[in-house]
């Protein structure tokens, strides 16, 4: 079977990533653990990044499952961008939890939907709208700005 190591330098995103993947463990669109050893871990094979789904017909749908799955198990990705959905065959798995959240959205803030989904014409389309949609917030949103007392 053949497998990828992804090796991790942040702590917070590699107790993500494991968090995550382990919660989407049943379902057959996200990469499964192997192993796991210090701040690596081993995981299944997913395909390769791609440019266009040209011959994946139902990627409109399988983009909704992923969607589909996502909301059942309250997660916000936040981080959705083409590198992070991989084509194996016809089969389109979406990978890199480390940003991902549960119950919110969370910075990057960069989170697809249903309608953004049914009105692009490709996957190229859908990818571009999810940079328009990331939002940026200043230090004063993030209530980490504090008035300097004299």
Known sequence: MKTFNKKFNCKR??????????KLSKYDCFPKIIRILNMEIEMSFCGTNFVELYGIEDWRQQIKNILNILQK???YHNDFHQNNFLRKNKKIFLIDFAWASLDEERKPYCNIDYENVEKCKN???LMTITKHKTKIKTIHELGLWKPKTP
């Open 73 to 75: 198990e309250k997660i």
């Open 13 to 22: 995103d590699f107790e993500n990533e494991v968090f995550f993947l382990k």
């Open 123 to 125: 996957f190229f389309e």
